[in-house]
């Protein structure tokens, strides 16, 4: 007989903890994905701030299976699903055939309709959003460092995050000790703790999955930082001079995007429905309407929790739903097809601000300060993959924590200075 | 009285050795760069080989002049000099007034003549050289992996290096020790210890910088690793199909350049007489013809030994020269000009082959083998630039040591796959 073909669309935190799940089941294991990576996305933010080195995050995906003789890494992209002919098509041509098909696709970052910000206001998904966005910064610094008129090295040094969700709140405090700390002793012109870090924020408080007070203590840290934060107040323009919050320009050169994603587009390989963010609507199994042998999780997907809440796109509910597709595959192929549905259990909510403190949120467990962003340092260093990993970033902090000194400061990829005239 | 005004062009190995034995002196330094980081250039193979990141080999140049408050980092481009006012015309548009002007701008790789060959076979000078190289040597096995055809697969794990200098060389020896020992266990279709490595050198033998027992070892030694080398055979055609080697047509995906360069447009810039690599020819205390405040160091100056045959562009003899140039500098400052002209001290020729071995030319004393790759290792450790560098490449290259593995293996920037059918 043959095995059973599992094939898993997307190497991101849902579809390794499935394949994690499926080790040693009577199944051949195909992993799709059109990077050849598998990024820690919760650490992207400190790339993008000079903090860590792309490699410390990011680890080759058929690394990570070389032990897995039942494990076919293919880099490559699907372009569609025949769910007659039970294929996956791939832009290299093939086509592969599958018994089960689990899509764990992830978000990219959207626009709401804006995507003429794309250019001016990057967004933070992959290694290379982060590297542009570290480019942008240290740029900008350098220019204002040569700019002539002093309008000019303003706007330079001003920065705006747009959206204060966990990343747009760990960028900004990251951007301000940059600034404050870490670069004044190098330039000789500009003075960098004159920059002006900007977080707005259209809804009325930071980090709105916190309690109130915890969003109300990440406020003051991040104002204690430099930070000017602005709630309520939704930017109407985005070009390369500047951003317009309600009927107010601020002259700024550079901006990021941290507002808002969109699902991957696997509920239109699939035929299945979707919500305005393009999220997948899938059953309490996690398989999608009319089709039991085809799975969707993670950021792509639409689950409710038991609050009948969406659960929220994070890295440990992706966890979950492939932990979960795991033991229904796995059940199913025992011959016992009644699996409970699925249950999001919400481990917690984290956030760091700058280099010294942080936010956690337990539930009946709440802490602040210091003491949060020593567990925050030791959770993610526990979640890296490998021992390898766990040193490098480890030492890194260290090293950070010791000297005050970021090294990972390479300005890469092209781009031409633009004349300061 | 004003400070004496000294502009460096050039953030390699010869503008920091310059700026290095500036310190103390009464001068005020600007030191211009169109990149904000120092590479260590020896080890760029290693990223193109994915041994080490990208980070580990690069620092940004402001962050070395911290505490030097004499020194000011300039990130711009120069576009030419004024010899009558004594400026530098900078991209942005300033202009830098300079009493004394040292142009350190290096080489880039050249194709005497065939620059239709960049696009298909890069060369390796800068960190995106380098990122490019990996990029597409991963790529070659990731799209081998899921080609088709026999013959498009075989051509996907052939791989040609032209030129058989120490980076020729390097690169070879780590391509095959990369499809040798570290992906084999980690593709399932395809057999990566098949693929063929071409080493192609136009000269009778490779490493003619060594003497001829060395070079008749180090191709020994990379033929032991299953590397192709063809001596005395010009590359006539390089497309995206193949090489041409004389009449015979090699297909094959992947083309490394690794056979000259072309000097920077130093000489352009200030009317300087230059060789045909573009080299400027200068005095001998490095100054230019008929302009004592101009002097041009490192691999865009043609500089003779005292044998009479150039210096070769390599880091120690940058350094050497930006050295000179600072103790001739201090001297006129101190009113006494009459410094002895520059003289090279050949230290020695090293190149690694593959994991286990090196070849080392000191002279008198010549070593191969495990030895000389001990000592490679701990002479490229002991001139990397400070304490964090040092230990981080130590711990890399331990871990590949111990455990086998490269982990600096990522696929970034842009590059849609393309169809192989």
Redesign the interface.
């Known amino acids: 007989m043959a095995e059973h073909k599992v094939v898993v669309v997307g190497g991101g935190f849902g579809g390794l903890s499935l394949v994690h799940g499926l080790r040693a089941a009577p199944v051949d294991i195909t992993l799709v994905d059109?990077?050849?990576?598998h990024l820690f996305q919760p650490l992207l933010y400190q790339v993008a701030t000079t903090v860590l080195?792309?490699?410390?995050i990011?680890?080759?995906i058929?690394?990570l299976?070389?032990?897995r003789?039942e494990v076919?890494?293919?880099?490559?992209?699907v372009l569609g699903v025949d769910r007659q002919a039970r294929t996956v098509r791939?832009?290299?041509?093939?086509q592969l055939a599958y018994d089960t098909l689990v899509l764990a696709t992830g978000a990219r970052h959207a626009y709401f309709g804006r995507d003429e910000w794309e250019g001016v206001a990057p967004g933070l998904k992959t290694?290379?959003d982060a590297?542009t966005i570290r480019r942008r910064i240290?740029?900008a610094f350098?220019?204002a460092?040569?700019a002539?008129k002093t309008a000019e090295m303003d706007a330079l040094l001003t920065f705006a995050i747009i959206g204060a969700g966990p990343t747009g709140v760990e960028l900004a405090g990251m951007i301000a000790e940059l600034a404050n700390t870490v670069l004044p002793?190098?330039?000789?012109?500009i003075d960098t703790t004159r920059t002006r870090v900007l977080l707005l924020e259209a809804g009325p408080r930071i980090l709105p999955a916190f309690t109130e007070s915890l969003s109300a203590y990440a406020k003051r840290a991040l104002e204690k930082l430099g930070v000017d934060v602005r709630l309520g107040q939704p930017v109407t323009a985005i070009t390369e001079e500047g951003v317009t919050i309600g009927e107010t320009f601020i002259p700024c050169r550079t901006v990021i995007w941290a507002a808002g994603v969109q699902a991957s587009p696997a509920a239109q390989w699939v035929n299945a429905a979707a919500d305005r963010a393009g999220r997948a609507h899938v059953k309490p199994d996690l398989t999608i309407e009319g089709d039991d042998n085809i799975f969707i999780i993670g950021d792509t997907a639409l689950v409710l929790g038991e609050d009948g809440k969406p659960v929220p796109g994070i890295a440990p509910a992706a966890k979950q739903q492939g932990s979960y597709v795991a033991k229904v595959i796995k059940a199913r192929l025992a011959g016992d097809p009644t699996v409970s549905p699925f249950r999001y259990r919400h481990q917690g909510s984290l956030a760091t601000i700058g280099k010294r403190a942080a936010v956690i949120d337990f539930g009946r467990i709440k802490l602040t300060g210091a003491i949060a962003w020593w567990i925050w340092g030791l959770a993610h260093i526990y979640f890296l993959i490998g021992t390898?990993?766990r040193?490098?970033v480890a030492?890194s902090w260290l090293?950070i924590y010791l000297?005050g000194?970021h090294?990972?400061?390479?300005?890469?990829?092209?781009e031409?200075?633009k004349?300061?005239?």
């Open positions: 059109r990077r050849n990576h080195a792309t490699s410390e990011a680890w080759p058929r690394l299976y070389r032990e003789k076919t890494t293919v880099l490559d992209e791939l832009k290299s041509g093939r290694l290379e590297t240290l740029l350098e220019k460092e040569i002539e002793p190098e330039f000789r012109k390898r990993s040193l490098a030492w090293w000297s000194q090294s990972a400061r390479l300005i890469t990829q092209k031409t200075l004349d300061n005239s």
